[in-house]
């Protein structure tokens, strides 16, 4: 016989863009000036991509090439935070509502810190959730790899998510 049905599930998500000359980063929704930015088809916002992953990883609903491919002209230059936004909306269709988010940045520069704060409140605003539930913590590559050589920026993000009523 199976077992009922599970009320949490958890999902992960991860997420790389190489970095070139440019004059900042898009983390979260929120744009942080520096000598380098992100390279992507879309506006290259690894954070959210992390989180737009995890949130449909935990109702198994694929992911974020899946739904925007970057094969589509139409998804150039698409807007990170409106892409998250439709990932939770199939994410409630599904049944689940977001229980809270932790999410981690691979930053050799500039120091996440600072923006900390203004980064939480901006997730946590596009997804109709208290900042409270949004964790954020960045660590740096230590000098070596792609991201310690700033050739590369990396995200990751694990959600829980509640089963709605
Ligand atoms: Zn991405």
Partial sequence: MPSPPHPFRI???????????????????????????????????????????AILGAAALGD???????????????????????????????????????????????????HRERIRASIAGLLGIDVEAVGLKAKTGEGVGPIGEENAISAECVALVVRRA
Avoid: Y
């Fill in 11 to 53: 999902g992960l998500g991860h997420d790389t863009h190489r970095l070139g000359p440019g004059d900042g980063l898009l983390l979260g929704g929120v744009r942080i000036p520096h000598d380098r930015s992100a390279i992507g088809h879309s506006d290259a916002d690894v954070l959210l991509h992390a989180i737009t992953d």
């Fill in 64 to 114: 974020i090439g899946e739904m925007f491919p970057d094969t589509l002209e139409a998804n150039r230059g698409r807007n990170s935070g409106e892409m998250l936004q439709a990932a939770a909306a199939r994410l409630a269709a599904a049944g689940w509502a977001l229980g809270n988010l932790d999410c981690v940045i691979f930053a050799q520069r500039p120091k996440i810190l600072p």
